[in-house]
């Protein structure tokens, strides 16, 4: 009888980034990528589906728009780094984030995504003015104290220079020069 390590295979979640540009024209590929770098890693997929379109809310190699496809799958430990690398390698996909996923159940793996939830109502998955991220609420008290902080800054600036506009003494540069 020989002994054989048997390493169990946890659930995970993976998001994947793509271009919107690439994955409107071609989907299948998108899609075949990802299948690709993860049956390279020996990872039973579960689900992969498009989670969202989005504006980004920074320019990542030079893409504006991004689509966003969420994947369950189970893998061991060991191969996520090779998940991550092979996903850094790909030219088809601008970034990946995987966590593990133990704790959901089969209903929290097959909620609505918000772009099915758009396609549902007959919107698209998000207008192009959308913000990416969700602004802060502030209440019109908070919009009025803010001016006044500046000021009370500003003047503080003020009175500091005056002081310092008799002094005939040079100050020490506290900055290196850095020569790039």
Not at 25 to 54: F, N, T, Y
């Amino acid at each position: 009888m020989s002994l054989e390590t048997v390493t169990k295979k946890k659930l995970y979640e993976g998001m994947f980034l793509v271009d919107s540009a690439t994955a409107g024209a071609d989907w299948d590929g998108i899609i075949a990528a990802i299948k690709r770098i993860l049956e390279r890693a020996e990872a039973e997929i579960i689900s992969i589906r498009k989670w969202d379109d989005r504006r980004l809310a920074y320019e990542i190699k030079h893409v504006a728009r991004g689509t966003y496809l969420l994947t369950y799958f189970r893998a061991s430990g060991e191969k996520i780094q090779g998940i991550e690398k092979d996903v850094n390698l790909s030219e088809k996909i601008l970034r990946v984030l995987i966590l593990t996923a133990e704790h959901l159940t089969a209903e929290d793996m097959e909620k609505d995504t918000p772009a099915l939830k758009a396609e549902k109502e007959g919107g698209t998955s998000s207008p192009a003015g959308e913000p990416v991220a969700e602004e802060e609420t502030r209440s019109p008290g908070d919009l009025r104290e803010a001016p006044a902080v500046e000021e009370e800054l500003l003047e503080a600036e003020e009175v500091e220079v005056d002081e310092d506009a008799g002094e005939e003494e040079e100050e020490p540069q506290s900055r290196p020069v850095m020569d790039d």
